[in-house]
């Protein structure tokens, strides 16, 4: 693995503060950021073909399509030019997506440079999105139900994805429970690594 660009996995259960942090990870670092969350709502917005198949599934609390995403991460991978790597936020979500990802960074003889996993209790999960919910207005953390689905759809889809790059010797866990100054200064102390 000769890397040029680095490719950090930022990754976290919903509502963890991925979006929080990723602004001052990206300056820092100077990298792409690319949330998939962000890029499906950019599409939703604009009403596209792929962005009124994606919404049933996303105001539902399900993933969509793994094709779907992969198909977003790699054109986004080839049409950014001028930074030093890319924060890639909830991609991937599943080992199917995972394994994707390694085998186009592998065709050009790279890899995911580590895995930034903030993690927090379930029950925080719950607060957080409701507060979200009153601030975002997004319709995925407006009801209980469909928030209750996305945590249940990351434990089983996404979680796994710890061992994954445990496996790899890739994954850092930071402690995503304090202020946002604090967390901030902990992923910071890890990142300064590579
Ligand atoms: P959160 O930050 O709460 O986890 P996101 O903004 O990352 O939410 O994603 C919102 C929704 O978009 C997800 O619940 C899912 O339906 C869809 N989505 C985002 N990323 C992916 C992905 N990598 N694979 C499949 N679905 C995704």
Known sequence: MT?????YVLFGPPGAGKGTQAGSMVERYHLCHLSTGELLRS???AGTELGKQAKALIDAGNLVPDEVVEGMIESKFRSTKGVDGFLLDGFPRTIAQAEALDSMLAKSG???????????????????????????????????????NRIKTYHA???PLIAYYRKAGKYHEIDGVGSIDAVRERIFSVMDQF
């Open 110 to 148: 790279e890899g995911v440079t580590a895995c930034v996993s903030l993690m927090i209790p379930d029950a925080l999960i719950h607060e957080r999105i409701a507060h979200r919910a009153t601030i975002e207005g997004r319709a995925d953390d407006a009801r209980p139900e469909i928030v209750e």
């Open 43 to 45: 599409e939703i917005a």
């Open 157 to 159: 889809k996404t979680e």
């Open 3 to 7: 890397n040029h660009m680095k490719y």
